[in-house]
């Protein structure tokens, strides 16, 4: 089998996530993932990665500028770490995606 029948067969892993995270329970786990990532590590950077393959697979940036009533360029420049982003983009991007921040006790 040459390497163009193979490519053909198979599907990419951005592909296949991209389908899982158009389901919003399995966005909701993948996202509660990178926020306990990013309790540990402190990489915002991952925790925005995640966010915006959320957003690419549940409409992309359009979708989430209209649900949100934000303006698309903003919205693009977070994503693209054009600008830097405040808790306020957080909530707004978490709520245009059907989330809300939720508080738990921590454990020690």
């Known amino acids: 089998m040459n390497t163009e029948t193979i490519l053909k067969q198979t599907t990419s892993f951005r592909d296949d996530l991209l389908k899982d995270l158009a389901d919003t329970e399995f966005a909701m786990y993948y996202l509660e993932a990178a926020l306990a990532d990013y309790k540990e590590d402190g990489n915002t950077e ?41 808790l306020d983009n957080l909530q707004s991007i978490l709520s245009g995606l059907g989330f809300q921040i939720r508080l738990d006790f921590a454990e020690n």
Do not use: C, M, Y
């Not at 925790?47 to 697979?57: G, I, N």
């Not at 549940?58 to 600008?83: M, V, Y």
């Open 46 to 86: 991952a925790l925005w990665v995640a966010l915006r393959d959320v957003v690419e697979a549940q409409g992309g940036i359009g979708e989430l500028a209209q649900r949100t009533e934000a303006n698309p360029q903003h919205l693009n420049d977070i994503f693209t770490s054009k600008q830097k982003p405040h």
